[in-house]
């Protein structure tokens, strides 16, 4: 195992009587990174990381932490911590001790050098002079960060995090997710981080495994997840998107980025193959809104709409445009910023649509619909 991997699953299957809750699961996360295993409810990533933590056995595979197989080593002797969603914290001790906690069971410790270290630790996660408050003293964002210092002031090769900012607010949560990178980023420590939450994943992480029903759909970086999904499941979970089903493959383009044509309604609409499509196939059609440009007026080389709705959305406003050539009812939701030089429009409005054919990515249907992310 090379030594820049900090945690590694190899083939990794769980099985809890007849139900498979991760299936031939493997990869590799990086010394130092950020690392974020994204998926709907059941899909398995809660399973996943108490295998990491030691909660439960792999029923095949191997887990490997800074180089050791773990399989057989219990959860208070693997070199990860755990934050949990529900943070666990002693509201009748204060702050330090709450830090100290982890230090004072483990022993061979002075208690000078145990507080010294538990003061580093929350001076790392900004709360230095406030070892003396109670819990209950504290904001949900303060608590949040008294928990991640109690598990970094144990210097763990790996920090584990159940969604811990899952319970918090929406505004408190924006600001979270920004200081928990910034803390990965001057810690070093590595961080293996589980969520349902799109934006948090995309936001905070050097790689995202999206998982669905045991499996691993796709590793990669937060953009190319978005850009270029590798799957039907990726593309309808990850972001906003258009979803235009049933089509008919009229052309590919062969190459290292193949490129086709599908018939939706009549209409011609270009796209990436997100996997081997080939003439006469069905296809599904994912385009997401900001791609999608948007000029009043008709004009060639264009899809030809006409606008039903305009919804404000503070930064951007939301246009549906109803494709009036279509065969069919078809509208595309478009997302226009709020800039100088953005196109006014209004409900009634003729304008034309268009996008770079990669912009788009086409899959096979699948047999059920994808789980909606929830954000």
């Not at 204060?94 to 069971?105: M, Q, Y």
């Not at 978005?226 to 062969?254: C, D, I, M, Q, W």
């Not at 030089?341 to 996008?355: F, H, I, K, Y």
Request: proline share 6%.
């Amino acid at each position: 195992m090379s030594p820049e991997i900090d945690v590694a699953l190899v083939n990794v299957t769980k099985k809890f009587g007849n139900l498979v809750a991760v299936d031939n699961v493997s990869f590799e996360v990086p010394k130092g990174s950020f690392f974020s295993i994204l998926g709907p409810s059941g899909s398995g990533k809660t399973t996943l990381l108490r295998m990491i933590a030691g909660f439960e056995v792999p029923t095949s595979g191997d887990i490997y932490i800074g180089g050791q197989r773990v399989n057989d080593v219990p959860p208070n002797k693997r070199p990860c911590n755990m934050v949990f969603q529900r943070l666990a914290l002693f509201p009748m001790m204060n702050v330090l001790d709450n830090v100290t906690f982890g230090l004072r069971r483990r022993g061979g410790m002075s208690k000078a050098e145990m507080e010294r270290r538990a003061k580093d630790a929350l001076a790392r996660v900004g709360l230095q002079g406030l070892e003396k408050r109670k819990i209950h003293q504290l904001s949900g964002g303060q608590q949040q960060r008294v928990a991640l210092a109690r598990s970094l002031v144990l210097e763990p090769t790996v920090l584990l995090l159940d969604e811990p900012l899952g319970s918090l607010d929406l505004k408190l949560r924006q600001s979270m997710k920004l200081e928990l990178k910034h803390l990965q980023a001057r810690t070093g420590t590595t961080f293996v981080y589980i969520t349902h939450d799109q934006t948090i994943a995309l936001a905070m992480s050097d790689t995202v495994a999206v998982i669905n029903r045991g499996k691993i759909e796709q590793i990669a970086p937060p953009e190319e997840l978005y850009r270029r999904p590798a799957t039907h499941f990726v593309a309808s979970f990850v972001g906003e998107n258009n979803k235009l089903t049933g089509g008919r493959v009229l052309a590919v383009r062969p190459g290292p980025d193949p490129q086709v044509e599908v018939d939706f309604a009549g209409l011609r609409m270009a796209g990436r193959a997100g996997e081997d499509l080939a003439v006469g196939d069905t296809a599904d059609l994912f385009i997401r809104p900001e791609m999608i440009s948007l000029r009043p007026g008709k004009h060639e080389n264009g899809l030809l709409g006409k606008v039903s709705e305009v919804n404000f959305d503070g930064s951007h406003s939301l246009v549906v445009v109803d494709l009036v050539e279509a065969q069919r009812p078809l509208s595309l939701n478009v997302k226009i910023q709020h800039t100088e030089d953005a196109p006014e429009v209004q409900p009634g409005d003729v304008v034309t649509l268009s996008w770079r054919w990669d912009a788009a990515n086409a899959f096979h249907p699948v047999a059920q619909p994808s789980t909606e992310a929830e954000v």
